[in-house]
């Protein structure tokens, strides 16, 4: 039998399991340094050299390199005691083996060291980052001529980048919200202005004949934030309490530092609540919308998750901006929406091909609507094989992706020719993401038959494992529907409390976690996930008397998957792992180990399945 598609990309992208591609990718290596040499020589060749050859060789010199050898031999030797995360035994995080075109096109990028805060310092990396920026914004539907971003250290970064362009967008709005009613004495309805949209905005500025000077003298973001909410609590006649930003319960961590950083207050972060299956409510999305309106409390940003940290769930981001949409169209409130996509973005490149079909039709039209947000996370060293560290942000086009202290977006900005100093949170960038992105989409490519297929794969890896493991073993409880390659489960017998069900889970994860064999990880799904926990549980008829849902985590993003023989080599032991556990039958860790004292007594709680 041929190999599929996705095994044969796997296999020729991807270092192999076993090295199996050492030869040739010591040759690829090879190659790269070759030319970064011979060009440095090529260069200046008149000029003086740093020593003779006798000097090369004094006994100084010698010895001096003979040390570095020995802490370099040191260094490679401890990094030995790292996780391995290439092989497909390791399922705990968002993190896996690197492909080959990531590899390359980082180590040649990194040769000659780009700084893409300038073209100046960056005369090659900044078109490389600007071409690789192209591919990823055609792959999640932008147009890429119209639609801008830069290569970032990861999600979180890219998330801030977009709550710092939200704000300034809602500032210059509010601002003229603020001038037009101190100038007429109108009352100032907060809410209607920082929403009034960029049309709305430029006929404001022409009617009042306005200056830059006079729209900064009512910026928060400009003057004395303190004094700018003051007057617009005058102009408004009630208190002004600032914007709110509605991000859904699934939310990575991430929201919260922003909220803090940018000074909005933890308070402000306004959860849209989760349905049962774990995914963003679009009418409570609604309801905190009407309820901000009511308050006088403009909308920052809404945000829709495709790929949620904990489960993999893509949000409706299809529905949400169906109702974003309603806003804009019928009442004129333009709303910032923005898609974390750091783990998801990449699932886009399945749209369009056979394989799409391993995503649900569900989870498609929200990956689709991603074209539709104004701007997106997205994170190339989880599913798009890249090291780190390595996110990106992407705007729809250029006024989304304007910021300054105020500048507007409709001024020639004369900087951007320059690079993106002035436009990124990070000063000091590395070319070398962007270049690893480049190559990826210029060999493996960003569609169906790259990219896609591989990732295709690795869906249909979660989705057999999950099929084995619960004909195997039915009190194994997964989270269902899975909406791309992870898979969270729980252990519960028929009628079980949730209570008893998370210790008894939890003692399985602690086996996993100290058998050699596999790696996995483990999540609680709090009280934001209360409709998805109490379906969960009433599936086997158990009650839910736990505040949260414990699960053990299993990640199928490794490309190694693709070749069958994984699947029947390594799931029937990781099915034998959980029986022996489940039955109490595991080796017992030496309890000589304070660590380990309370896992063997666990081991001793853990019988169930009916299977001793
Ligand atoms: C991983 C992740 C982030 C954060 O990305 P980092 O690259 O770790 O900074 C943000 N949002 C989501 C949904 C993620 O999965």
Known sequence: MSPSPAATLAGAYFPGPRSENETWVRGEFQTVLDQWFDWRKGLFAGDPGSASAADRLSPERLRKREELSQHLAELCEALTAETPTHTPRYIGHMKAEVSLPALFGWLAAMLHNPNNTSRESSRVGSVIEAEAVAMLATMVGYDPV????????????????????????????????????????????????AHMGWDRFRELWFDHDLTDDQLR????????PASVWRRISEAARREYLGPVMLVPGNKHY?????ANLFGLGED?????????????????????TRLAESQGRPVLMTVGVAGATETGGIDPIHRLHDRLDRWRDDRERHIWRHVDAAYGGFLCSLLGGADEKHLSPDSAAALRAIATADSVTIDPHKLGYVPYACGAFLTRDTASYAVSAFDAPYLDRPELGDGKWSSTMEGSRSASGAAATWLTGRSLGFGPEGLGAVLAETIRTRAAFQAAVVEALPCIRFVDPADSNIACFSVADDGESLASANTRTEALFNVI??????????TTLGPEYQALIARHTERYGGTADAPGLFLIRCVFMNPYWAAPDFREVLFPQFIALVRQALAGKTDRPPATDPRNTEAVERTEMLDCCGLD
């Open 146 to 193: 119209r639609a801008q971003g830069h290569f970032t250290s990861g999600g979180t970064v890219a998330n801030f980048e977009a709550v710092w362009r939200a704000r300034y967008r809602l500032d210059h709005w509010l601002s003229m919200g603020l001038h037009v009613a101190e100038a007429t004495g109108d009352v100032l309805d907060p809410f209607a202005a």
């Open 217 to 224: 003298a009512c910026s928060a973001a400009v003057g004395n």
């Open 254 to 258: 991430s929201w919260l530092k922003a």
């Open 268 to 288: 402000s972060l306004w959860s849209i609540a989760l349905d049962a299956e774990g995914r963003l409510d679009v009418d409570d999305f609604e309801r905190l």
């Open 513 to 522: 976690h100290q058998s050699p064999e596999f790696s996995v990880s483990k």
